[in-house]
């Protein structure tokens, strides 16, 4: 069964620091793979999506992701983090032909001022 | 990014009434519609895939007689929460599918029953 794990249910950086957020996935073939951002009684933003080619994606606000087959990853970062980024990020696979979504547990970002 | 809105954004509701929460694609047609529940600090579970012109495809363990779902146009999807019940408070989030296979979401809409 298709499945996704977002290990850090919270993470603290300090403005101006880089971001990693991590995102582990269960699938057997190549999935689509996308990252989702929710501000506080929100709705879900598109930042960036993974269908196939380039391995390494950008997106918008700055945010980038690398998809690594060997292990199941599809990382999200940011190099210099702003206090607007606070929010909870969420990633998701979709794995067949039904377009539905799969969504991580969430990871919730703090930004130190 | 396509713009997808929900109405209302905030209701609050008696026991046993119905509730009818719309979703919108605004600068584009979908033929395929999500509806989501979020429960506070958690993740969205899909409920529903509502697809035009047919019936609704249901996930395990969604009741479709109480969440009704209506999907009249290739803009419009309507949930129905019926006879609701203190346990249905929740968030509502939709998505609408574009051509390009990508999900944009509505801001949500918050449910409370009273």
């Known amino acids: 069964a298709q499945s996704v794990t977002q290990p850090d249910i919270h993470i603290t950086v300090s403005e101006g620091a880089s971001l990693e957020l991590r995102c582990n996935y269960s699938?057997?073939?190549?999935?689509?793979l996308f990252w989702y951002v929710q501000s506080p009684g929100q709705g879900l933003q598109l930042l960036l999506k993974?269908?196939?080619?380039?391995?390494l994606v950008q997106g918008i606000k700055g945010f980038e992701a690398e998809f690594k087959r060997s292990q199941s990853s599809f990382n999200l970062r940011k190099p210099s983090v702003h206090w607007s980024d606070a929010a909870e990020y969420f990633c998701a696979v979709e794995g067949d032909s039904s377009y539905k979504l799969i969504f991580g547990s969430g990871t919730r970002l703090l930004v130190r001022p | 990014g396509a713009v997808v809105s929900q109405h209302p954004s905030w209701v609050i509701c008696k026991s046993g009434t119905s509730v009818k929460i719309e979703c919108r694609s605004l600068d584009f047609q979908a033929t395929t519609m999500f509806w989501y529940r979020q429960f506070p600090k958690q993740s969205l579970m899909l409920m529903a895939t509502s697809n035009e012109g047919s019936k609704a495809t249901y996930e395990q363990g969604v009741e479709k007689d109480k969440f009704l779902i209506n999907h009249a146009s290739l803009t419009l999807s309507t949930l129905t929460v019926t006879s609701a019940h203190p346990e249905d408070s929740s968030f509502y989030i939709c998505?609408?599918?574009?051509?390009?296979?990508?999900?944009?979401f509505g801001p949500g809409t918050r449910l409370t029953v009273l």
């Open positions: 699938y057997g073939a190549t999935p689509y």
């Open positions: 998505s609408s599918l574009t051509s390009t296979d990508t999900q944009y």
């Open positions: 993974y269908f196939s080619g380039d391995t």
